[in-house]
């Protein structure tokens, strides 16, 4: 069973350009999150979605950002019209429930480098 | 709304110390607290999952507790190593809301 898988591990995007990162979560977990890592600073939830839903997207911008997670293949970040500011690392991770026995398991991340 | 703080956000010790990193929430309504461990450049690797009912976890070197009414969790590594070397970050599962929050992390260094 492999982890979560995260692709591309590093993009590099121009000014205007459109990013997408997509993340297959482990086997048998319908539950994904995805977050944001500025250089120096900590994880900030963006986006939480089951199969096929968006529960929370409070933590997204609320332009140029979107989020999938289809019933099937991977769940795909998507970055419109990229600016300076959005390099970072992106995080996602799955569950399988939402109990307390919950445990995440995160990607190595998506390191968007915007030139 | 759910805050994590991270105390101290930096730490420089000689091998061999044991060592207690803390971290406390402002929301008690949690189902459980994970620590993670972050290497330079790299992904997060979960180190140990408190869930709400539990008082501690072990594993090998590594103790974490959990007090939920105090809001308050602490790892203690023992015998540290310079492999150690990391940022160590906590994150609760918020009740409810059903998404971790982060912490603001402990970079730990441990000299030779």
């Known amino acids: 069973n492999a982890g979560v898988m995260q692709n591309p591990r590093h993009l590099v995007r121009r000014r205007g350009q459109e990013a997408r990162l997509r993340c297959s979560p482990m086997?048998?977990?319908?539950?994904v999150y995805w977050y944001r890592q500025l250089p120096e600073e900590g994880l900030k939830f963006m986006v939480y979605?089951?199969?096929?839903?968006?529960?929370?997207e409070s933590g997204m911008p609320k332009e140029r950002f979107s989020a999938e997670f289809p019933k099937e293949g991977p769940s795909i970040l998507r970055i419109q019209q990229v600016v300076r500011g959005d390099s970072a690392a992106y995080f996602c991770?799955?569950?399988?429930?939402?109990?307390?026995?919950?445990?995440?398991?995160f990607g190595q991340g998506t390191r968007l480098t915007v030139v | 709304k759910q805050e994590v703080t991270q105390i101290p956000a930096a730490l420089s010790v000689p091998e061999g110390e044991n060592l207690v990193l803390n971290c406390s929430f402002t929301?008690?309504?949690?189902?459980?607290l994970q620590w993670f461990r972050q290497d330079p450049g790299k992904g997060l690797t979960s180190l140990l999952l408190?869930?709400?009912?539990?008082r501690e976890q072990t594993s090998g070197r590594l103790n974490a507790s959990l007090d939920k009414s105090s809001g308050r969790s602490t790892l203690y590594i023992a015998a540290s190593q310079p492999g150690d070397s990391a940022t160590y970050l906590c994150?609760?599962?918020?009740?409810?809301?059903?998404?971790?929050?982060f912490g603001t992390g402990t970079r730990l260094k441990v000299l030779a």
């Open positions: 408190i869930q709400s009912s539990q």
């Open positions: 929301d008690s309504a949690i189902y459980n």
């Open positions: 086997k048998g977990h319908s539950h």
């Open positions: 994150a609760v599962f918020t009740s409810g809301t059903y998404k971790y929050i």
């Open positions: 979605l089951q199969k096929e839903n968006i529960i929370d």
């Open positions: 991770a799955s569950s399988l429930l939402d109990r307390e026995d919950t445990e995440a398991f």
